[in-house]
């Protein structure tokens, strides 16, 4: 009888110490296709890829049976086909059916926010050939081997001309450029951000609005748009500043939806980046909230060492200061038009999104999604166009005072003399216009 009831309560005891996989989710984005694993506890596992055909082999320790059928569930998406599992010594084994060879990166997640412990397995695909990304670009197929070697013989063929010594005077323009706007679509993939008491999801607002006004920036002669997600996933915060730059961006525009335990708050607001601490309360609830985005999108953030490239990013931010400021009281202005103003004054918090060094960085929040009046503007598409207009109208009238510009080289012809081989009737030199 002793020995029956050891047996139980080891039972129990192993039962208790199981890990339970309560979901599987699958996102699709530009760069690589993730796969999300719910757990009910932190443990083991391990990730190695199989091919001929190609799929993915997940083993998660200490997961029993009733995590097969939540894992089966899941349906593929990007780079993944089917989701299919089963038992493997003691494990659970789930092979990833993909479209073509990926590499895995895997990582664990502690709880967070809504989330308890996650599994996070971002695939990403090759690299494109030179050849397809010319098809993809131009849409006809190129063999760049037979055409380099082709080139190779016409060289070859040529006679060999000698080249005149050409003096060029190099003259400095400076002309206008193209605008170009980053537009920030707030969260996205694992964080929806703020929810509304009936499920509207920050996320979902912040894509809509930031795809309008995209489309009415690309719509204006000389500004172009540029999204940082375009699509339900999750990008980090340094990331989204990153694409910024590396579009050349004129403004930053972050889009998101105010929220707040004190549910009568309501009215949109601008913000703008602050080293020295939050203009209010509030505002220092909001950039905390706002910088733990990275932890509940699901970003690795261990053994990263950014300290130095934080600190001089932080040093050289007050150059873009003022213009900032600028750029957000033209939008507040724009704002009031169409909604009530939750304050009416740029407001200031440290947020990670806005510390891009030589951008004018604004964050607008729309409306409070936790305000009754405010979530039924927000979940009204034609408030959403309203929204896009009122800030196309204030990156305008900044632009109108502040037209960004660029160098241009150009190489400037000159009169040089020049000794020919040819008779001229005089024996001599003759002027040539070289170019």
Not at 55 to 76: H, L, Q
Not at 84 to 109: C, H, I, N, Q, Y
Not at 156 to 177: D, G, L, N, S, Y
Not at 193 to 218: T, Y
Request: aromatic share 6%; charged share 25%; hydrophobic share 40%.
């Amino acid at each position: 009888m002793r020995a029956l009831i050891l047996g139980f309560l080891g039972l129990c005891s192993f039962c208790a110490s199981a890990t339970d996989l309560r979901d599987l989710r699958v996102w699709d984005g530009p760069e690589s296709t993730r796969v999300v694993f719910d757990l009910s506890g932190a443990t083991s596992h391990k990730v190695f890829t199989l091919s001929n055909p190609d799929r993915i082999v997940i083993d998660i320790a200490g997961i029993g049976e009733s995590g097969i059928k939540i894992a089966n569930k899941a349906t593929g998406k990007g780079v993944v086909k089917t989701v299919r599992s089963g038992p493997r010594d003691g494990a659970l084994r789930v092979v990833l059916d993909v479209s073509e060879p990926v590499t895995p990166k895997s990582f664990a997640m502690a709880p967070t926010e809504q989330y308890g412990d996650r599994l996070i397995v971002d695939l990403y695909g090759r690299t494109p050939t030179l050849d397809e990304l010319v098809e993809a670009t131009t849409g006809t197929k190129t063999d760049t081997k037979a055409e380099a070697k082709a080139e190779i013989r016409v060289e070859a063929q040529a006679p060999a001309k000698p080249e005149p010594k050409i003096k060029v005077a190099p003259t400095i323009k400076f002309a206008e450029k193209p605008i170009v706007i980053a537009v920030d679509a707030g969260h996205g993939g694992e964080d929806p951000g703020a929810i509304s008491k009936r499920g509207l999801q920050e996320k979902d607002v912040a894509l809509s609005i930031a795809r309008k006004l995209a489309a009415q920036i690309n719509a204006q002669p000389g500004m172009k748009a540029v999204l940082t997600r375009d699509g339900d996933y999750y990008i980090g915060l340094r990331e989204r500043t990153v694409k910024a730059r590396q579009a050349q961006a004129d403004m930053f525009v972050s889009v998101h939806c105010n929220a707040y335990k004190d549910t009568s708050l309501r009215g949109s607001a601008v913000y703008v980046l602050s080293n020295r601490g939050a203009t209010s309360e509030h505002a220092r609830w909001l950039a905390h909230k706002e910088n733990s985005a990275d932890l509940v999108g699901g970003l690795e953030l261990g053994g990263r060492d950014n300290e130095l490239a934080a600190v001089l990013i932080d040093l050289s931010q007050a150059s873009s200061m003022e213009a900032s400021f600028d750029v957000g009281s033209r939008l507040l202005k724009s704002l009031g038009g169409i909604n009530t103003l939750q304050k009416a004054e740029v407001q200031q918090a440290g947020f990670m999104v806005l510390k891009s060094p030589d951008i004018p960085s604004v964050l607008v929040e729309t409306a409070f999604i936790t305000n009754e009046q405010d979530e039924k503007l927000l979940r009204d598409r034609a408030y959403h166009d309203k929204i896009a207009r009122s800030l196309l109208e204030g990156i305008q009238g900044y632009f109108k005072s502040y037209r960004p510009q660029q160098q241009i080289v150009e190489e400037t012809p000159r009169l040089q003399k020049v000794k020919t081989s040819s008779t001229d009737g005089f024996g001599g030199e003759q002027l040539a216009a070289l170019r």
